[in-house]
């Protein structure tokens, strides 16, 4: 069957070129999951290999980019944060059309959605819910000068660079006008909070790691690095919260698990945090404002995607109204709080 953006007597040439033993035949599957980044399973029958690359139309700029997912990734293989083993990139896309990755397949449990989470008890949701945090909070210790990304990215602005990221994100990808994507962006204009540089993942929750399949409180491989950069840490927990929202499931197509009450609710997500990584959560409601306007656009994106014939799964074009939701969801975030930077207690509004 042939997979659109898969080339697999290509991908074995790359791979041989590369000095990878390849013992038998070749063989792909797209695995299931995400409306980003097409993801591949590539196996000779006794090894098996994971291939990324960007989808095959409607590209968003800097959200498919490869070699900042090879880079970090690498970088990060001799820290506390768990990765898959990087084994080959195609930076210039000679092999696909499209650059790409190859890691190590990392066998484990995917939680994606909650007929996923059903399989865990109570218990294991909280243990993997707070490992979780945990693995953020590690992350956001990594002193990236020592594991050579001090050039990654630039943190000093990064706040209101995203905001301006975001709002031409929004120019390229919108499917119609809506006024409050404007008022959104133009209330986020001046949120500048002091820089604190971190790397950050840029779309942490559970189904973007890998967990043991007997112990799913080990986190085994945190993966989908393509919007990792230097920045805010807060940024990182901000979205994962607005990831709680309901509304999300329309985003990914499925009742997402992390959208499930079975989990902590986002006060305890920040709380868990804050107290483990001893950060203030200051000027809580801006950052989840921009989650919430950082959402709305992904969304646009993957209908934008979806209508220029992109192979976006299911559903796609449904994401689309989760985009209104998310924009005036920042809007209120504004509007019911003051403009602070002292610290503020994590509320919930998701």
Request: with cysteine; proline share 5%; glycine share 8%.
């Amino acid at each position: 069957m042939s997979l659109p953006g898969m080339d697999i007597e290509a991908v074995a040439r790359f791979l041989a070129d590369r000095g990878v033993t390849v013992r038998g035949e070749l063989t792909a599957e797209q695995i299931s999951g995400g409306r980003s980044n097409l993801t591949f399973r590539v196996s000779d029958g006794t090894s098996a290999w994971v291939l990324r690359r960007p989808p095959v139309a409607g590209l968003t700029p800097s959200a498919h980019d490869m070699g900042r997912e090879y880079t970090v990734t690498e970088a990060l293989r001799p820290t506390a944060v768990p990765v898959a083993g990087t084994v080959a990139i195609d930076r210039e896309g000679a092999v696909l059309g499209a650059p790409c990755t190859v890691v190590d397949f990392v066998p484990g449990l995917v939680v994606r959605d909650q007929d996923d989470l059903a399989a865990l008890t109570d218990a294991q949701v909280l243990a993997v819910v707070n490992s979780l945090v945990d693995v953020l909070v590690a992350l956001h210790a990594v002193d990236f000068r020592a594991v050579g990304l001090e050039s990654f990215g630039r943190p000093e602005g990064y706040v209101s660079r995203q905001v301006r990221l975001w709002a031409r994100q929004w120019e390229q990808v919108k499917t119609r006008e809506l006024p409050d994507a404007a008022r959104l962006a133009a209330a986020l204009a001046d949120f500048a909070p002091p820089a604190e540089a971190a790397i950050v993942h840029g779309d942490f929750r559970v189904d973007n790691t890998i967990l043991d399949a007997d112990r799913p409180e080990i986190v085994r491989a945190v993966v989908d690095w393509e919007m990792s950069t230097l920045g805010d840490p807060l940024t990182d927990l901000a979205l994962m919260c607005v990831y709680r929202d309901p509304v999300f499931d329309l985003v990914l197509g499925t009742t997402a698990a992390w959208t499930s009450d079975r989990l902590p609710s986002t006060d305890a997500l920040a709380q868990r945090y804050a107290v483990t990584s001893g950060r203030d959560l200051g000027a809580w409601d801006h950052y989840l404002a921009l989650a919430n306007f950082k959402l709305a656009v992904i969304a646009e994106g993957i209908a934008y995607r979806a209508r220029q014939g992109a192979d976006s799964g299911s559903g796609a074009l449904a994401a689309a109204d989760a985009t209104p939701e998310l924009m005036a969801a920042g809007l209120r975030l504004l509007r019911h709080s003051p403009r602070s930077t002292d610290t503020v207690t994590a509320t919930n509004h998701s």
